[in-house]
């Protein structure tokens, strides 16, 4: 089955559309290609009506909402990959992702809050190729207020 | 006109002149090159004069001051590359920027702040160039107290 | 002298052996290849004998044991290298290291806390490739309450 297949399989699961492309909130690119790597820009949570979802871990989020916040953010970076490269199956795999958790200072799931990304990307471009190296940090604070923020690095076929 | 002519054009409108390439303040080096991509150490904010700007966002400075420290740094950045590369014209483009604002955990607009480095480097390289993938982040504290610390990938000539 | 070695002597001073390699505490893969370059996961300080250092710097953590803390977390980085590679004489050099210290609001000496991992990579790898760019900043908080966090990415012979 090809990552398009299983993005809509997914998508169908979780009765959501993939939300549109978000253009870019500064001065920056959402996505550099550079060879067979594509480099995101930190991507935030946004419901498909729009909404940016706020909140801190710790403290208004608990790990479950944090861990849906993360999937949304993942589905928005798939967004702006299918935007720039037509199709998501000419992603090869997912190479790094960083996970940016707003967390207080004493929060400590970072990892159980940043699955929710990794867990559909493994689901969409499978174990193995899915799953990348990673790390998890707490934030302080966040831009808008976000829950969590994601950058991911893929390898793509050229 | 060239990244070198708009940089001193940029540096007339500031009234400054470019920083002295700083000195590693720890076990790394500034800049690393592998390749056609070079890898910048996190820098930070430091005045014509080598004095290190302090301030934590949300609390003793704001974002126009922040933004002025963003700058400051990716000037700091460019005195590196300029450094290592002899000319700034042997750069091709900014891959990936990573902003680290030093904020109160209810500080939110580590985007703006940021932005006056992307700025800086859309003024110097074009906007087409100078503008690449991005993260930015609030962090709870920063080396020796700065307002900002920022990264950079820069795509180079050979 | 090889890396090999550098790091049994390096082992023999501090009286410790290699820990084993950590499996991943998520999904994510400990150490991803692509081409000449190893991207490792954020590594988190871990005892020979597998307890995980807990502390925030600024609070109940001093710089010293900050820094015994990012070393051990470098000897974590060696020993997924090692399992991966079969020998760390196939790492060239320290590419890029990024350390996320566990911080209160106040403290500023995260460089001399990631420093404890800069230092071992220089005496295993020699300081000329031991000594890559860095970043260094204050995470509000760190996955299972770490005081330190590291990535590091490497030049391998493939």
């Known amino acids: 089955m090809s990552a398009e297949a299983r993005l809509s399989a997914k998508l169908a699961e979780m ?3 993939l939300p549109a492309a978000a253009a870019a909130k500064g001065l920056y690119k959402t996505v550099i290609f550079d060879g067979h790597l594509a480099y995101t820009s930190g991507h935030l949570p946004v419901t498909p009506d729009g909404q940016i979802l706020k909140g801190k871990l710790g403290k208004d989020c608990d790990v479950e909402a944090g861990y849906q916040a993360a999937e949304l953010t993942a ?3 798939l967004a702006t990959m ?6 998501l199956d000419r992603i090869r795999r997912v190479v790094r992702l960083f996970g940016m958790v707003n967390s207080t200072a004493d929060f400590d799931q970072q990892p159980a809050v940043t699955n929710g990304a990794s867990q559909l990307f493994a689901d969409v471009f499978g174990p193995e190729h899915g799953i990348g190296a990673r790390s998890a940090m707490g934030a302080g604070s966040l831009p808008l207020g976000v829950p969590v923020e994601i950058e991911a ?3 793509i076929e050229q």
Request: net charge neutral.
């Open 15 to 17: 009765g959501i559309n």
């Open 82 to 87: 299918k935007a720039a490269l037509g199709s």
């Open 75 to 77: 589905l928005g970076i």
């Open 153 to 155: 690095v893929f390898e």
